[in-house]
C-alpha cells in the first residue's frame, strides 16, 4: 500500500474524464512502481473535494499540496481539473447535498455575516482556484519526440482553409484592457502592503487592503470599459449578419472568474437586448442563457425564440439540444474553442448542425491578435501540412500567480463614475484610472524571482535545442514593454542576447507558422495567458489534441510538478461513459507525465530502479502510439480500459526486457507473460459492459466502489497486476 502521508509520488485526485480514467490507470502504476521502493499516494483536488474542505472541515489537499510544491523533494503529477465556473459550482453544491452532505447552498446575495462568509469561502473555490497553488514553478510544455512523429505518420483530420473564408477575428482595440493598461516596477521603497481606492463624488472607498508588493515585482493596472464593450459588442452583431455567418464569443470565464463572467454577461444582455428589455424581470445573465431562462415562461420562451430568429446564427455548443454559445460561460473556453475552430478550416458548428464560417468575438485585444493573424496565414497559406510541420515548444512565465490569470482577487467592478487607484505602502500612486459605473479594473503582478527563472530556462532551453527562440513581448503594451526591461540586461549578461528574438505576439504568430510550416522549430517565450493559448493552439494543430503534450513545472524550490494535458473535452467524455459505457479518454498525457516523473525520482532521490521504470514507460508509449492503442471515440471500439491494459503490457515488456536491473526484469518477465496469455479474455472482460449505462454513483462527487467497478471490470487484469 502506498505511503498516503509522504509518497514518493502524488497522483491527484481531480474531475470528471481524467478521474474515472485514473479509477483504471492508477492501480496499475502503484502496482508497478512497488517493486521500484516507489511509493504513489493520491491528494484529492477535486471540485467536489475543495467544497467540503471550504464549507464541511474535510482535509484540505489543495492546501498541503500548496505547502508541499515549496519543497525541493516534491514529485506530483497534476491531472486536469475542474475550474469552475458559478453553474458548475451551484450543480456541484447539489450534488452534495442530494448525497447527504450537509453544507448551505450558494448565497448569491447574502444579507447576513454568516452569509457573507459562505459566500467567500464558496468563491474561493471558483475558477483557477488549483493552478496558482501548485504552480510555484515556470512551464515547460513541448510535444514528445514519440508523440510528434506518430503526428507525422499518422495526420489527424484538418479542414481546409479557401482564401475567401469569411472566418475573422473582431477585437476591441481600444477602451479595452489592453489599451488601458499602465504598468511599472515596484521599488523598495514603495514595497510592503498597498491598497486599492475609488475615489468618487461621495469620497473614498477602500477596495482592498494589503494587497503583498515586493520590491521588483512588475505589477500592472488596467480596465475594461463597459460602454465601449457594448457598443463593440452591438457592432459584432451588425457585422456577423452582414456577412451571414455564425457568431461566437471566446473567452475564459474559468480562469478569469471575476472579470470574464461580467463580460460575458453584457455579451448575453446585448445579443439579447430586446428581449430584456420586454422583460425587465430577467437576470442572471452572467451565468448565461441556462440561468436566465430557467424556469421561464412560456411567454418568456417565445419572446426569446423570436429574438434568436432575428439575429445573426449563433455558434453552438450543442445544436441537437439547442445549446449555444451563451448557454453557460465555461461552455467556450477560447484556448479550447478557437483551435478547434482553426483546425476545422474557420468552421464552426451552427444551430442547423452544420458547419459553416464564424465571427470570433474576443474583446480584450491584447492576445486577440493571435488567433487573428493565425487564420489570416492559414487563409493566405492554407491548412498545415501535418506529415512535415516542425513544432513549438513552450517556456511559460507562470509561476506565483503570475500576470493576469493572478488577478482575481485584485478585480472589481467600478461602483460609481470616479477615479480607482492603487497606492504603495509608502503614499505613491502606483495606477490610477478615471472610471465609469460598471467598467471593469484589475490588477495584476509578475514578480521578481519567477521573472528571472523564466529567462533562465528560456537560455537552457535554447542551449539544449538550437531553436529559433521568440520572447513574446509587445514593445507598444505597458505590461510588456515593462517585462522587456528585466529580460533583455539577463540576457545580456549571459552573453546570449543574439540567440533570442522580441516580437509582439502578432509578429511572433507569423514567425512561428513560417518557421514550422518549412519544418523547422521554435520556441515560444511567453506569459502565462499565452502559454495557456499556445499550448493549446499549436498542439491542436500539430498532433489534433493539446492533451498529449509534455508539461513540465519545474518547481523553483526544486521540486517538480508533472501535468497531463487539457480536460477540455471531459466532460462529453462523462457523458458517454454514463450513457454507454464508452470511455474515449486518451491518458497519453498521462503517460508522458508519468515517465518523466519516474526520471525526476530517479535523478532526486538516486533512485536507479525509478529510472528504469521511466525508460520503460516511455518504450510503452511509444508501442501504444505505434501500434494504434489509443481509445476510439464510438461505443464497440476499444476504449480507455483496453489502451490501459496495452500500456500495462508494453511496460512489463520493456521491463523484463531491458539490461539495466536484473531484479525488476526478473520480477516483471511473469507479469508480461501473463498478460499476454491472458489477451483475449482480458479484452473480453473489459468490453463485456459496452453499450449499456454506467453508474458512477455521481458527475461531481462519484461512488469509489462504483467508479471501481466501471473502469476495472477485468477480473483476469486485476488479478495478474494485483
Known sequence: MADQTNPDIVYTTVDEAPELASASLLPIIQAFAAPAGVSVGKKDISLAARI??????????????????????????????????????????????????????????????????????????????????????NSDRRAAQAVKNYAR??????????????????????RDFCSNETSTTITAAQAGPARIE????????????????????????????????????????????????????????????VSDPIIFGHAVEVFFAELFEKH?????ARGGLGTVLNGASDAVLADYQAVLDKQPPMYMVNSDTGLTNLHVPSDVIIDASLPAIIRAGGKGWGPDGNEADTVCVIPDSSYAPVYAETIEFFKKHGKLDVTTAGTVQNLGLMAQKAEEYGSHPTTFEAPADGTIRMIAANGD???????????????????????????KLAIERQKLTGYRAIFWLNADRAHDAELIKHVTPILEAAGVADKFEIMSPAEATVASLETITKGENTIAITGNVLRDYLTDLFPILELGTSAKMLSIVKLMQGGGLFETGAGGSAPKHVQQLQAENHLRWDSLGEF?????????????????????????????????????????????????????????????????????????????????????????????????GAGTPADTGGYYHNDPAKVAAVMRPSPTLNAIIG
Request: net charge negative; charged share 25%.
Open 153 to 174: 505518420a499518422n495526420p489527424h483530420r484538418m479542414g481546409e482553409w479557401t482564401a475567401d473564408s469569411k472566418t475573422t477575428v473582431m477585437t476591441m482595440g481600444a
Open 280 to 284: 425587465p424581470e430577467l437576470t442572471g
Open 592 to 688: 508522458c507525465a508519468l515517465g518523466e516523473s519516474f526520471k525526476f525520482l530517479a535523478q532526486s532521490r538516486d533512485n536507479a530502479k525509478a529510472g528504469v521504470l521511466g525508460d520503460a514507460v516511455e518504450a510503452a508509449t511509444q508501442k501504444v502510439l505505434e501500434f494504434d492503442r489509443s481509445p476510439g471515440r464510438k461505443v464497440g471500439q476499444p476504449d480507455n480500459r483496453a489502451s490501459h491494459y496495452w500500456f500495462a503490457r508494453y511496460w512489463a515488456e520493456a521491463l523484463a526486457a531491458q539490461d539495466k536491473d536484473a531484479e525488476i526484469a526478473a520480477h516483471f518477465a511473469p507479469i508480461a507473460a501473463k498478460l499476454a496469455e491472458n489477451e483475449e479474455t482480458i479484452l473480453a472482460e473489459l468490453a463485456a
Open 198 to 257: 475609488f475615489v468618487g463624488a461621495d469620497g473614498t472607498t477602500v477596495l482592498k487592503e494589503g494587497v503583498p508588493l515586493d520590491a521588483g515585482t512588475v505589477c500592472d493596472a488596467t480596465f475594461m470599459s463597459v460602454a465601449a464593450l457594448r457598443d463593440f459588442l452591438a457592432e459584432t452583431i451588425s457585422a456577423t449578419k452582414e456577412a451571414g455567418v455564425l457568431w461566437s464569443i471566446h473567452l475564459k470565464a474559468t480562469m478569469m472568474k
Open 429 to 455: 500612486v502606483l495606477h490610477s484610472h478615471e472610471v465609469e459605473k460598471g467598467d471593469i479594473w484589475r490588477s495584476c503582478t509578475a514578480k521578481k524571482a519567477p521573472i528571472e527563472d523564466w529567462v
Open 52 to 137: 467540503l474542505a471550504a464549507v464541511a472541515g474535510a482535509p484540505d489537499h489543495l492546501a498541503e499540496l500548496g505547502g508541499l510544491v515549496k519543497t525541493p523533494t516534491a514529485n506530483v503529477i497534476k491531472l486536469p481539473n475542474i475550474s469552475a465556473s458559478q453553474p458548475q459550482l451551484d450543480a456541484a453544491i447539489a450534488e452534495l447535498q442530494s448525497q447527504g452532505h450537509d453544507i448551505p447552498a450558494y448565497p448569491a446575495n447574502p444579507t447576513t455575516p454568516e452569509e457573507e462568509r459562505i459566500k467567500a469561502a464558496y468563491d474561493a473555490v471558483k475558477g483557477s482556484a488549483v493552478n496558482p497553488v501548485l504552480r510555484e514553478g
